[in-house]
């Protein structure tokens, strides 16, 4: 089976699944994308569905026409070695490989990150949240109805009362935006009747708690410590949150003792030998204990799921970028320069006034009338791709003119060839080493305006995980040194691994033999 037509194959088989998945009520990892889309909300053809019936039925025709015209298709040798060229630059071809791994890592979407439980035991029957459109009531799991569970909750409660019940979450049990994780905790070690520190380094200084192992929402005492001694106000609650004891303490001793109420549901010696716990609230540091691999933001979201999120987003619009202004940028740059006489003087005309257009200020004003809670990353992507074609079509219109001129063109008109087989069968082949040595640079280019876009406040809204608006959070709070350095590593780590592979892919399809990357 030839290139074209595995590739083909597999369009198939993934818009097939997309499809069918949907309409049995699966939500597929990745593929549940395609209808994603805002929807009406009734049970009928609703705007989701059909717009992903539309993109899923785009994709399997584009498979099929690669699969019936794709079987005479053979490498060029020239392309082989180029290829060979491209695998012997280490350094981009290693790149090429990391950048693979991870938009596959990508792809594994709510599997890997995600508060939906990927399964749920619960008296002998298996539920799988993540991977089910229709949402699961908390009564099947003996909670409240009418409201979502906790699976986070859920799994500790069954920890905790032990017996076959299990829940099983994704690697960062938490979405990408939408989910607070306002209360954070960390137990402190005792040691030698002194109170540490998390890392049980030192004697702990501050304020400490003791919770409800049942829940953690619910506070049974608070204390103030100095150097790992309670010392002053000490609070005893019970368990509506009322205060019922207070004691002043001085370097670990009772100085006094004052009850509020007659009944104690909390007893002090049980309280002696409980855990000492301290409060984290946003932003809270990285804390492996609370999944919390790389800390929350200032709102308690996860920075880890935001940064996963925002390179899903990044991913999905460089696709949507790279098919837009390339198509439009091909078809106008090689009309222009085989046409040439006055629709190449009227096309260059326009492609000036585009040109000064102030990109930034459009994005503006249609930010403002449009409204931020109408924007969706097409808006966005239309409005980029409106002006960002013009560099893709100026350097076709100059491939062209020059490709047109040449011997073979003059032969394939002599032989008969029509004006669509010169074009897309003699022309544009031997001018794709431009348009590939463009596409790593473009996706540079529209991750950073994305990110740029988000950091000033005008590009996608809330519910779009964005790396610029993580960044404009962390530098809001230097303090939370974590926010900026992680979405700052992850920038420079995916740009710089893009241009890497730009880098060697420039140096594999130039005709020189030695060249500055070599």
């Not at 909670?143 to 299990?166: E, I, M, T, V, W």
């Not at 109170?195 to 409800?212: Q, T, W």
């Not at 991913?315 to 202004?325: F, M, P």
């Not at 876009?453 to 590009?459: C, E």
């Amino acid at each position: 089976m030839t290139f074209p037509r595995k590739i083909g194959l597999l369009l198939i088989l993934v818009a097939l699944s997309a499809a069918i998945g949907h309409e049995c009520g699966l939500a597929l990892p990745s593929l549940r994308w395609f209808y994603s889309f805002s929807s009406a909300g009734d049970g009928s053809l609703d705007e989701s569905r059909l717009i992903g019936h539309v993109l899923t039925g785009s994709l399997a025709l584009i498979g099929l026409l690669m699969m019936l015209f794709g079987g005479d298709f053979r490498w060029n040798p020239l392309t082989l070695r180029k290829l060979g060229r491209f695998r012997a630059i280490t350094r981009g071809y290693r790149s090429f490989v990391i950048l693979i791994v991870m938009v596959v890592i990508s792809l594994l979407d709510q599997a890997l990150v995600g508060k939906q439980a990927l399964a749920v035991r619960y008296e002998g029957k298996w539920f799988f949240p993540a991977f089910v459109q229709q949402r699961i009531d908390a009564s099947t799991f003996g909670g409240a109805s009418q409201s979502n569970p906790d699976y986070r909750q859920l799994q500790k409660k069954f920890a905790k009362d032990g017996g076959a019940n299990r829940v099983w979450m994704p690697l960062v049990p938490f979405d990408p935006t939408f989910d607070t994780d306002n209360l954070q905790y960390r137990v402190l070690p005792v040691s030698e009747g002194l109170v540490n520190d998390h890392k049980g380094r030192e004697p702990f200084s501050g304020i400490a708690y003791v919770l409800d192992p049942n829940d953690p929402l619910v506070k049974f005492q608070k204390a103030t410590f100095r150097k790992g001694k309670r010392s002053g106000r000490i609070e005893i609650y019970d368990g509506k949150g009322e205060t019922v004891v207070v004691e002043q303490w001085l370097e670990g001793s009772r100085l006094s003792r004052r009850v509020f109420s007659a009944e104690s549901p909390t007893d002090a010696p049980a309280l002696e030998s409980s855990v000492w716990t301290e409060l984290l609230y946003p932003p809270a540091p990285p804390s492996a204990a609370s999944r919390h691999f790389l800390g929350t933001d200032s709102r308690g979201w996860d920075v880890a799921a935001q940064l996963y999120g925002g390179f899903q987003v990044t991913l999905k619009a460089a696709v949507i970028y790279i098919l837009l202004t390339y198509l439009i940028g091909i078809a106008t740059g090689c009309s222009m320069g085989y046409f040439s006489g006055k629709y190449d003087l009227i096309g260059q005309r326009f492609v000036e006034v585009l040109s000064n257009v102030p990109f930034l200020y459009l994005v503006m004003i249609i930010s403002s009338n449009i409204g931020q809670e109408r924007i969706t990353l097409l808006v966005i992507l239309l409005v980029i791709c409106a002006f960002s074609w013009i560099n893709v079509s100026g350097y076709l219109r100059s491939q062209t003119y020059r490709e047109k001129a040449r011997e073979y063109v003059a032969a394939a008109r002599v032989l008969g060839a029509g004006t669509g087989s010169i074009v897309f069968r003699h022309i544009l082949p031997n001018s794709i080493s431009t348009i590939v040595t463009l596409v790593p640079f473009s996706v540079v280019g529209i991750a950073t305006s994305l990110t740029a876009l988000d950091f000033l406040g005008f590009g996608l809204p809330a519910q779009y995980p964005s790396w610029g608006r993580l960044l404009n959070d962390g530098t809001a709070n230097l303090e939370a040194i974590w926010i900026v350095s992680s979405v700052f590593g992850m920038m420079v780590l995916t740009l710089l691994l893009v241009t890497f592979v730009g880098e060697a892919i420039r140096e594999a399809f130039d005709p020189k033999k030695f060249t500055y990357y070599r």
